[in-house]
C-alpha cells in the first residue's frame, strides 16, 4: 500500500466530466423552462463500469428508480440524460413509464443499450414531464455538438454557478483522470443532500470496488453538506469508469488503490464544497471540523449538528461571534461529550476553552465573521477521530427564493 501523499495528485485547472479520455457532454434548451438550457447528457465511448449513491428520502423519483434498476442489472452506463425544470417525482405509474420511454428513445438515438442509459430528473414535484419536449430533446441529442459548459448550465436549477473539478494521477504508468459535475442549491442536507452528482474516470475499476470507493467518499464529502436541512426525491451521484486508459483493474488489493480513492474524495469534497457554497442565498462558506472525538461517526454528527443549525447559520450571516449557538448544537448532537472539555475556535479566536468562555476581542470576531469562507474548530478532547462538515449563512434572500420557486 502507498502512502497517499498531496502531491500525487493534480488538480486540473477548469477540469470538468469531459476532462477523462473518451466522454463527451453537451447540453440544449428544449422548453421546460422558459429561455435556458434544460437538458444535457454525458457519453461514453465504451459502456463504463458504474455506481451509483441515492437519496434516502421515502419519495424516490422515477427517473431515480429506473437508473438504479439499470445499474443494478448490469453493473455499466455508457449514456446519461438529464433534464431540469422538472423533477418527474410523484408522478405515478405514468412518471415511471415517461423515464422508461427517455431511456428506450435515448438508447435508439446514441446506439447503446437501454440498461445502459442513466436516466436524472430535478426541478419541480407532482408535475408530469412534457414528453413532447424530452422526445424533441433527446432526437436533438445526434445533430447538436454540445458542449460540458452547456451541460453543466443545462442541469442547473436555482444554482448560481456551474459546479465542476477534475483531477489527474498516476497509476500503473498511466495517467488516470477523474473529474465531475454536480447542481444543488437548496434543499440541501446531509444523507445524500439535494443534487445531483457526476463523476467519470477513464480508470479501469472493478464494479464492486468502485461501488464501494463512490459509498465510502460520500460518507465524508455529499452526506456532509447542508443548506437548509431539506432532503429531496431525486438525489443521486454516478460514477462512470470506462477504463480507457488500460491500467490494471482496480481492486481495494491493487498497491495503488489509496491513491483513486484519494483522487476521487478530492473530486467529490470539491463538488460538495461547491454546492454548499452556492447555496440559495448564500453569501458564505461555512466549513466546520470536529477533532478529538471518540470515534468518526461521533465527530460526523457533531459537525453536522453545527452546521444545520439555523441560529448558527443565522448568526454567520450577521457576523455576530455568538458561540453560544455553536456549544449549543453540539450539546443536543446526542454524541457521547464532556460539556469540560469542549474547546471552540473562530478561524484562529479561541472563543470557549474547556467549556468556558475566553476573554476576544469581539470586533476582531465580528471581523473574522465577515469573511466569505468561515471555519470554526471544535476540540471534543475526547480521542483521535475527527471530521469536517460545510454549510453556508442563511440569509433573506433564501426565504426570497423559495417563497417563489414556482414562478
Known sequence: MITVKKEHIQILKDGHVTSPNGFSAGGVHCGIRKTKLD???IHSNVPATAAGVYTLNAFQAAPLKVTKASIEKEKKIQTIIVNSGNANSCTGEQGYYDALEMQ??????MDVAPCHV???????I????????????????????????????????????????????EIDGKVITIGGAAKGSGMIHPNMATMLGFITTDATVEPE??????????????????????????????????????????TESHPQWPLFVEGLQMVSEELAKQIAGDGEGATK????????AKAEEDARQVAKAVISSNLVKTAIYGADPNWGRIVCAVGYSKQPID???????????????????????????????????????????EGSSEA???GCDLTYDYVKINASYRT
Not at 220 to 240: A, R
Request: with cysteine; net charge negative.
Open 118 to 124: 442513466a436516466v436524472a430528473s430535478t426541478g419541480i
Open 104 to 109: 428506450r428513445l435515448t438508447a435508439a438515438k
Open 339 to 381: 460539556p469540560d472539555k469542549v474547546s471552540v475556535s473562530l478561524g484562529d479566536i479561541v472563543v470557549v476553552k474547556d467549556g468556558l468562555a475566553v476573554n476576544f476581542d469581539q470586533e476582531e470576531g465580528t471581523r473574522y465573521l465577515e469573511n466569505r469562507t468561515i471555519n470554526i474548530s471544535i476540540d471534543l478532547q
Open 388 to 390: 469536517t462538515a460545510w
Open 39 to 41: 437538458f444535457g447528457w
Open 209 to 250: 470496488s468502485l461501488q464501494n470507493a463512490l459509498g465510502s467518499v460520500t460518507d465524508k464529502s455529499f452526506n456532509m453538506i447542508t443548506v437548509d436541512g431539506d432532503s429531496s426525491t431525486n438525489d443521486m451521484v454516478l460514477i462512470l469508469a470506462n477504463g480507457n486508459q488500460k491500467n490494471q483493474a482496480l
Open 285 to 292: 462558506l461555512i466549513e466546520v471540523n470536529v477533532s478529538g
Open 126 to 169: 407532482g408535475v408530469p414531464l412534457q414528453m413532447d419536449k424530452m422526445r424533441d430533446a433527446i432526437e436533438s441529442m445526434g445533430s447538436v455538438s454540445g458542449t460540458v459548459d452547456d451541460f453543466e448550465h443545462a442541469i442547473l436549477t436555482t444554482d448560481t454557478v456551474t459546479k465542476h473539478c477534475a483531477v489527474q494521477m
